[in-house]
């Protein structure tokens, strides 16, 4: 079952420890800021989320020095950058584990942890500032989905992204909420 908590900005150290304050955040929490989440034990599961949500194509990333071989630095710290994505970013976790951290109307807004483990599922909102980071395990495979042709466009917090329409339409959504 997945965890999530507020992100514990006073506990210095490296992006892939827990930063836990302790503070934990509902599914609810999640919910009101427009992220879904489900435990799927199989790939049936996905596949049914999937065809519900209009998902048509799907691939593997695997976030390893292994993996990413050069680029593993690189990406590591663009997938820290908060940024948002214009498309929902939809992750099934296949092994491995890692956070996604998220945060609501705001910059200054705390950011929420979401501790991912295998058989997470997991939709951010498209217009949803986040960032991503491995755990201290330095490993997760992930099914990508998507609703279009795969793409993975990050824009990184400005004044710029501020106005974005996709973030606009997000800040709506959870203001009607």
Request: proline share 4%; glycine share 6%; hydrophobic share 30%.
């Amino acid at each position: 079952m997945v965890r999530a908590y507020y992100y514990d900005d006073d506990n210095e150290g490296h992006q892939t420890l827990p930063h836990d304050s302790g503070e934990d955040v509902s599914l609810e929490q999640l919910r009101e800021l427009g992220v879904l989440y489900w435990r799927a034990e199989s790939v049936e599961d996905v596949d049914r989320v999937a065809k519900e949500r209009g998902y048509k194509n799907r691939d593997e990333i695997n976030v390893t020095k292994a993996g990413l071989g050069e680029l593993y630095e690189t990406k590591i710290k663009s997938f820290f950058e908060e940024h948002l994505h214009e498309d929902e970013e939809i992750r099934y976790i296949l092994d491995g584990s890692g956070y996604f951290d998220v945060r609501g109307e705001k910059p200054h807004e705390r950011w929420i942890r979401i501790a991912l483990e295998p058989k997470d599922l997991l939709v951010l909102p498209a217009g949803i500032f986040h960032r991503f980071t491995l755990d201290q395990k330095n490993a997760v495979r992930a099914m990508r989905l998507f609703q279009d042709e795969p793409k993975w466009v990050p824009h990184n917090r400005s004044t710029e992204t501020e106005q974005n329409p996709y973030h606009v339409s997000y800040l709506q959504s959870i203001k009607a909420a």
